[in-house]
């Protein structure tokens, strides 16, 4: 049983949302998660975890509705290692069932927020902070497989990878765990595979999930920007902001020493030799000398 001197009751890092994701995104949102995110897939999977299931991630891809090369893309990175962003949490919330969807996608003029309000302007006020627009014609190839090569170089992957040159800081991850996704899980099985692909269809403003396939049969571990929000397998996993490692607590609140540090410990136990036996002082010198 957990103690109630825990600031957090302690809870499993990941949690499966299964069904609609139109009807679980609330409930994950309500449990204080946020959606996994491309990057944490990669590192699953590297790991030998969730190779050959799809997830529905909290990277998200809004449309302006207009069908040509120059159509404006955004990609919204809804969360960090930290939880939701303000405009993420804005974004999940219109994934719901009061909204109106077209094929499968959120119709950005019929949207709604969790509470069934009407919500106005919604392409346009989706900006700020972890919002990236492209140009259609800027993402380089779509659609189709690619080669190692041309994976690690391209536009979209490297924003979902979060990539420290593509995304602002607060976003930013190790580059390695998409590089070694690729080179050691995905390259020995395919040439070619991870195809990112757009929805192309709607002619107006709409609003998506970022589904990352399994690595299986014909999906290959595509990125697909054409995802169903309102089929029966969302394949939402919810993450556990406040979980070990979730965070990268065990690392992040680990800080070096400084000579300082150093000289401050030999002070202090200089000060303590007065008044203990020096036996008790033994074992932190010899903890001393290794530093």
């Known amino acids: 049983m957990t103690s109630e001197f ?7 890092k990941y949690q499966d949302f299964d069904g609609k994701n139109k009807e679980q995104m609330s409930l994950l949102l309500a449990d204080n998660r946020y959606p996994m995110f491309t990057t944490q897939v990669f590192e699953e999977r590297v790991l030998g975890r969730g190779i050959g299931r799809y997830v529905g ?30 405009v993420g949490r804005f974004a999940l919330g219109l994934i719901n069932p009061q909204s109106a969807y077209i094929n499968g996608a959120v119709n950005l003029n019929q949207a709604r927020d969790a509470q069934g309000k009407e919500v106005k302007e919604v392409y346009n006020t989706l900006s700020g902070n972890g919002v990236i627009a492209l140009k259609r014609k800027d993402f380089g190839i779509l659609n189709q497989d690619m080669t190692q090569e041309q994976r690690l170089n391209h536009k979209g992957w490297r924003i979902l990878a979060r990539h420290p040159d593509e995304v602002p800081k607060e976003f930013a991850e190790d580059f390695e765990a998409f590089k070694e996704y690729n080179v050691n899980v995905v390259s020995p099985q395919y040439d070619n595979a991870m195809g990112f692909y757009l929805a192309d269809g709607e002619k107006v403003p709409t609003l998506r999930a ?34 070990p490692n979730a965070l990268d607590i065990n ?8 000579s300082e540090d150093l000289v401050a410990f030999d ?15 033994r074992p932190f010198q010899q903890l001393r000398s290794k530093l």
């Open 267 to 281: 002070n202090a136990v200089r000060g303590l030799e007065s008044v203990l036996n020096p036996a008790l002082l």
């Open 210 to 243: 970022w589904y990352v396939c399994g690595l299986v049969g014909y999906w290959w571990s595509r990125a697909s920007g054409d995802a169903n929000l309102v089929g029966d397998g969302g394949g939402l996993v919810g993450v556990a902001p406040e979980a």
């Open 6 to 12: 825990n600031a957090h009751p302690v809870r499993e």
């Open 251 to 258: 690392v992040q609140q680990v800080k070096a020493y400084s």
């Open 57 to 86: 991630t909290g990277d998200l891809v809004a449309y302006d509705g207009l069908k040509k090369d120059d159509q404006e893309v955004k990609i919204i990175l809804t969360a960090n290692r930290s939880g939701l962003t303000k």
